[in-house]
């Protein structure tokens, strides 16, 4: 799993750094250290020791030792590592490499050139490092401990939609193909085991970084009873950050059912890591191509902001379709919640870009009556227009520098557009609207992504986060679905001094 870069416009950095579904970027992941590999070239092998440190502003400085050829800390040109990309020059014999950094950050895969002669070359972490990293070992349960009065019940739901096409993939027989994951208020069930955080691995197809996680259990029982404390429980739409999947934000999901709400978390085909359906279909997306790059980093973010704009709709428009599902099972006998949601009562929350989706659709579909978006950049229309239901924005604080080959200034102008976005939304949405900011969080803060590795230094205590986040959020929903008075949304200045928390006025 890969841990991530956070700013208040994360997606942005991701569009001019590469593909927007790899977008767990590399701030968490360090490219510090030793790395050892060999050359293999007409038939003998060169060992190839490089190291990488990073100076007092940021710059990375790298030396190449070839032990083979008695050469030692032989300085390294144009050092960058972006998008989890490695790169180095060495001039003075017109040689490069360019290579990716694997989602655990032990192994990077490349290619040496030099003399018009390209070579393959792996470099893998020192065993000394590898080692020092395996020293924190996920529990093997990481969520947080839950307090609310009801145990967790949960399934997982496969849909289609015979009524849309697939408009990500190019065969015009493809039906939208839909996972969805339901976390609910339950019966206690003595004895029973913990539902696994992973559960169907054949699901990801050829993506393997899941196996760090093979051993994490979750706070929820499969398809334990629904509770019987109250007649009807209000709903909430889930929807994760684009290259995920729906569990991403089980720190967040099993919190809200232990507090008696049902949350439906949206697989987001295209959008997510599931590419094997239980029908067996194979999600391929090769109808909408990301736009080729043309070296002006500026203009290629436009062009990227234009093409997740593209595929934007398809998540929207999956939120529209769970919810007809969603009151299909509250009118159907049967099923475990025949006549038990109050489908007057439906939230719609996420992150990154499910938070954009979870928006979007508060303008699109007037049945969903609360939102929030968790450190997510707006698409769609909903700056111009706003929307009529309450909200709240929260974002993380920490951002990163701008990309190689990209000015300032350049930069500046994305961040401002970004932000101006914000306010206009804000600004012409006509109900409650909060903003919150968690100080020296990042994007990943907001997701499960955090607990899965080591707390990362002069970052906010990854448990802490998760406690700020969940504490807004229920507030928030308990306010706006269930009519509670929700003291700490009346708490300004925040109770928590990490937090800038504000209510925003009229003009």
Not at 113 to 122: E, M, R, T
Request: charged share 25%; net charge negative; hydrophobic share 35%.
């Amino acid at each position: 799993m890969k841990k991530t870069i956070s700013l208040i416009s994360l997606i942005f950095l991701l569009l001019v750094n590469g593909s927007f579904l790899s977008h767990a970027a590399n701030s968490g992941k360090s490219i510090e250290g030793l790395w050892k590999g060999s050359l293999e070239i007409q038939g003998a092998k060169l060992r190839i020791i490089v190291k990488i440190s990073k100076e007092a502003d940021g710059t990375l400085k790298a030396t190449v030792d070839s032990p083979d050829q008695e050469a030692m800390d032989i300085p390294l040109d144009n050092v960058t590592f972006e998008n989890n990309t490695l790169r180095f020059e060495l001039t003075s014999a017109q040689a490069k490499y360019e290579g990716k950094l694997d989602e655990l950050g032990d192994m990077i895969e490349g290619e040496y050139s030099q003399g018009g002669s390209s070579f393959p070359l792996i470099l893998k972490r020192s065993d000394e490092e590898a080692q020092e990293k395996l020293k924190f070992k996920i529990p093997e349960n990481p969520f947080p401990k839950l307090k609310g009065p009801y145990p967790v019940g949960t399934h997982d739901y496969f849909w289609i939609d015979e009524g849309r096409d697939e408009l990500l993939t190019s065969d015009p027989k493809d039906k939208r193909h839909l996972m969805v994951q339901v976390w609910y208020p339950a019966e206690k069930v003595e004895g029973a085991e913990p539902y696994p955080y992973i559960v169907n691995p054949a699901q990801y197809g050829d993506w393997k970084d899941y196996k760090i996680a093979l051993h994490v259990k979750t706070n929820a029982v499969l398809d334990a009873p629904l509770s019987k404390k109250q007649s009807k429980y209000p709903i909430l739409i889930y929807n994760h950050g684009g290259g995920w999947m729906r569990n991403i934000a089980t720190f967040q999901t099993e919190m809200l059912a232990n507090n008696g709400y049902v949350v439906f978390s949206i697989d987001h085909t295209g959008l997510n890591k599931t590419v094997v359906f239980p029908d067996g279909y194979k999600f391929v997306m090769d109808a909408i191509k990301e736009p080729e790059k043309t070296g002006n980093t500026y203009k290629d973010a436009l062009a990227s902001w234009e093409y997740l704009d593209s595929i934007f709709w398809s998540g929207v428009k999956d939120i529209s379709f769970v919810i007809d599902q969603i009151e299909k099972l509250n009118n159907t006998p049967g099923n475990i919640f025949h006549g038990r949601l109050d489908m007057k009562k439906i939230g719609s929350f996420g992150w990154s870009f499910g938070g954009a989706a979870s928006v979007q659709i508060a303008k699109d579909d007037k049945r969903v009556k609360a939102v929030l978006d968790c450190d997510g950049q707006l698409f769609g229309d909903v700056a111009q227009h706003g929307i009529d239901q309450p909200v709240m924005m929260m974002h993380g604080e920490i951002e990163a520098p701008p990309p190689d080959q990209m000015s300032t200034e350049d930069f500046e102008k994305l961040i401002k557009y970004v932000r101006e976005r914000d306010r206009s939304f804000l600004a012409n949405t006509k109900s409650d609207r909060y903003t919150l900011k968690i100080k020296k969080s990042q994007h990943g803060s907001f997701s499960d992504l955090m607990i899965f590795f080591q707390q990362i230094p002069n970052q906010i205590d990854k448990h802490l986060a998760h406690e700020i986040i969940n504490a807004y959020t229920l507030a928030f929903f308990d306010r706006y679905l269930k009519g509670k008075k929700s003291p700490l949304l009346d708490q300004i200045p925040s109770k928590y001094t990490e937090v800038e928390f504000k209510k925003v006025k009229d003009n």
